[in-house]
């Protein structure tokens, strides 16, 4: 999701949006798409938590879990494994707590443009977890993609899953606002 577009991945759109708002920005992204938090099977460039660097980061943005409930063969499963019911335990739980105490942990909530969610109710399920554990945590904030993009901005994908160039410049900029927001905050 977040390494579509190449050189205008969302990440890169973050990275602009802060710089135009006078806001110097390094930016790492560590994305490639097809990746999982687990179930994709033995630990590698495949997985998530591989793909996180330890740093002094001020901001880290981590999306994950679509790939792991569902696929466009219909297949689906239970979220517990990427984050419990109470919002203790489970593979988004223990990468957020492999982040610095002091960062800005930026949670990704998907749009409900993704046609997983349309035979994997369990994407919500994970997703409503998602938001329930940024409320929870002081440091977690929720970057949530359906709150600019969705079923109603056909415009902004590329496929029926990932955003086009127009749409990770919006949510990079919806993300970018977050990030300021937290800064000034």
């Given amino acids: 999701m977040l390494d579509f577009s190449d050189e205008r991945s969302t990440p890169q759109q973050i990275g602009a949006a802060l710089e135009s708002n ?17 179930i994709c099977g033995a630990q590698g460039d495949n997985q998530i938590p591989s793909r ?6 001020t901001h880290v943005l981590v999306s994950g879990g679509g790939n792991d ?9 239970s979220p517990d494994v990427l984050m419990s019911s109470d919002l203790e335990s489970g593979a988004m739980v223990d990468l957020v ?26 994407i919500w399920t994970l997703m409503d977890r998602y938001t329930a554990f940024a409320a929870e945590r002081a440091n977690v904030v929720l970057a949530d993609a359906s709150t600019v993009s969705g079923p109603d901005t056909p415009t902004l994908w590329a496929d029926d899953i990932h955003p086009n160039e127009e749409g990770s410049r919006v949510i990079g900029a919806m993300i970018a606002d977050l990030i300021l927001a937290s800064i000034e905050g």
């Fill in 22 to 38: 006078g806001v110097p920005a390094v930016v790492v992204n560590r994305a490639i798409g097809g990746t999982c938090l687990i």
């Fill in 97 to 122: 707590d492999r982040m610095p105490a002091d960062a800005v942990v930026l949670l990704y909530h998907y749009s409900a443009a993704i046609p997983e969610t349309q035979f994997c109710p369990e």
């Fill in 52 to 57: 996180y660097v330890d740093g002094d980061w």
């Fill in 69 to 77: 409930l569902g696929d466009l063969q219909g297949s689906c499963r």
